[in-house]
């Protein structure tokens, strides 16, 4: 193993954050990653040698806006290679460079010589770790003739994997192989970093590709199968969750299994930065070479856009929200126009879709027509109240289909921060929930009923909450896609309504109908308030007992177990949350 001297300017080493854990868990940070960026003729003057510097001079200040602390580039620099367009590209990289953000790229199939393996640390420096680090450390590689070009580092409490299977600098080695030398140094470089700390690995070529078929480990998924057997369980064994690739120039998310079925991986496919845009193969590359027994399962798709990735980092979770812009050839969200660009377009960039995960949560796959209440999880952090989160109602309805007709699956995921964490009078720790949303675009999801625990006696009346756009805690179901609240006190039926919300005393759990995701907690309220007053006690119960046999809709706050009519019932049902 090559390891390669530290830059002067780094940050604390990896091992010195995790003794202090609350320096990691206190403040998240960003990375940003993109895809190929090819440009054929430079008609416009903006995108010389065969760079698209019209979309990342965009990608840049968008990057810039959210303050991430790298980007990250998945091969395809040029069109064509020259040491003049990698000089190109490695210039359009310096405002980020400038703005005091690390830029580490990939080779791709476009620069797949010997000659640009070896230009390539003098356009890019920085992936030997020499210079423009930015506080990433612990640069290493797997042998002399892959310097800078298969390299790891680390930043904070994460490991990032970078590998190059391209012609290698003394012109050995065969693209559809060069990848097998290799899995040794990537199962060493993932298990030698410090527990409970994140890791990516990313390559130009994809695991299972969507258009083209020539992948990682050869000339199609089919190709050096033992290998790849033993890349999954490498990355498996060693907690990555996410491989990145580009080559496709679609946006495309799937879970990915290996040859023998016994271990996955999610694979994201990047977006387009260029001026092509593909088109998916019908049938699919894994039914293809899959058949009956397919080895992927999609998650999200989006063809012929422009985008890109921002990843916070907070401790334990990791958030993924992808933006991408129309191409600039017509059309409008939701329609598929293909094209090759000839002038660089004016982008406008939109969020399309959030999904993530947390080192202490689990997570679900869930096919179409399936049950969502297999969703399950319990809080287990030190400090923490032992919050118990479940799905107790709802069903995997909407599965939108891909352009070549297979239908999403849903990967929902949990995370958590415990109480003590929290700051906050929260009255449970903290539950992510990631991957309920059926379309790019919006955060609508099907239909679930979720509920948390919550301990202790009751002092007064609790209801579930949720961060809004502001990062301020209100009520869960005020966040619904049309909906109107109804409180109530009692067990969740399978009768109410979206928007629908109530406490179970008896199960101490609280409870809401919704349809989104987000993060969720325990809190106080003032629910079953009827004198507007601000806490609920005998005055409000005595207004219950005054409209004793009257319809709900006299005073629709009064119906508390939701049954369309005003009862003593009611009033019981009040006594049990009402302030002590």
Same mark, same amino acid.
């Given at each position: 193993m090559v390891k390669f001297r530290k830059a002067k300017a780094v940050a604390l080493g990896i091992g010195a954050l995790f003794m202090a854990t609350a320096v990691v868990s206190a403040e998240s940070w960003k990375f940003g990653l993109m895809s190929d960026t090819q440009w054929k003729s430079n008609i416009d003057g903006e995108n010389p040698n065969t760079v698209a510097a019209g979309i990342i001079r965009q990608l840049n200040a968008e990057f810039i806006r959210h303050d991430v602390k790298m980007v990250l580039q998945v091969g395809d620099l040029v069109d064509r290679y020259s040491s003049p367009a990698f000089d190109t590209r490695a210039q359009g990289a310096q405002e980020l460079i400038d703005a005091g953000i690390g830029f580490f790229p990939l080779r791709g199939n476009h620069e797949s010589?010997? %000659?640009a393996a070896i230009y390539f640390s003098t356009s890019f420096p920085q992936a030997c770790g020499y210079i423009n680090t930015f506080g990433a450390s612990n640069f290493q590689s797997a042998s002399m003739n892959l310097e800078c070009l298969s390299y790891s580092f680390d930043y904070n409490n994460v490991r990032f994997v970078l590998l190059d299977q391209f012609t290698r600098k003394d012109n050995s080695g065969l693209t559809n192989n060069n990848m097998i030398d290799q899995i040794g140094w990537v199962n060493d470089v993932l298990g030698s970093r410090d527990a409970n700390t994140h890791a990516f690995v990313m390559a130009h070529k994809n695991i299972i590709g969507q258009n083209h078929f020539d992948v990682l480990f050869g000339s199609n998924m089919s190709s050096n199968i033992s290998a790849q057997n033993q890349f999954f369980k490498a990355l498996s064994d060693n907690g990555v969750r996410y491989y990145f690739g580009g080559h496709d120039h679609m946006h495309h998310r799937s879970i990915v299994y290996s040859p023998d079925r016994n271990y996955t991986i999610k694979q994201l496919i990047g977006a387009s930065n260029s001026y092509k845009f593909y088109t998916p193969v019908i049938p699919s590359a894994d039914q293809r070479y899959s058949g009956n027994s397919p080895r992927e399962l999609p998650l999200a798709q989006e063809l012929y856009t422009v985008g890109?990735?921002?990843?916070?980092?907070?401790?334990?979770r990791i958030t993924c929200d992808y933006y991408s812009s129309l191409n600039g050839c017509g059309g409008e969200w939701g329609s598929e126009v293909d094209c090759n660009l000839n002038v660089t377009p004016v982008l %406008?960039?939109?969020?399309? @879709?959030t999904f993530g995960y947390s080192l202490n949560g689990k997570e679900y796959v869930v096919t179409a027509g399936n049950t969502l209440t297999v969703v399950s999880d319990t809080c287990k952090l030190s400090g923490s109240e032992n919050t118990k989160a479940s799905i107790i109602n709802g069903e995997n309805i909407i599965s939108p289909a891909l352009y070549d007709g297979r239908s999403l699956v849903q990967n929902i995921t949990t995370g958590w921060q415990s109480k003590s964490d929290a700051a906050s009078d929260l009255k449970s720790d903290v539950l992510t929930l990631w991957g309920?949303?059926?379309?790019?675009g919006s955060d609508e999801s099907d239909i679930y009923t979720l509920s948390l625990s919550y301990k202790g006696e009751? %002092? =007064?009346p609790l209801s579930l909450v949720t961060k809004d756009g502001n990062g301020n805690w209100v009520g869960a179901t005020s966040l619904n896609f049309s909906s109107e609240p109804k409180f109530v006190v009692g067990p969740c039926k399978s009768s109410f309504g979206i928007g629908t919300y109530g406490i179970d005393t008896e199960k101490k759990i609280v409870w809401a109908v919704v349809?989104? =995701?987000? @993060?969720?907690?325990?809190?106080s309220s003032s629910d079953g308030d009827q004198d507007g007053d601000g806490d609920v006690d005998n005055a409000d119960i005595a207004v219950i007992t005054s409209l004793k046999n009257k319809p709900a809709d006299v005073k629709p706050s009064a119906d508390l177990d939701n049954d369309g009519k005003i009862t003593v019932l009611d009033a019981r049902k009040l006594v049990l949350i009402k302030n002590r």
């Open positions: 010589s010997s %000659s890109y990735y921002i990843f916070t980092v907070d401790g334990a %406008s960039f939109q969020k399309r @879709e309920m949303a059926n379309n790019l009751l %002092s =007064g349809n989104h =995701g987000g @993060e969720f907690a325990v809190k």
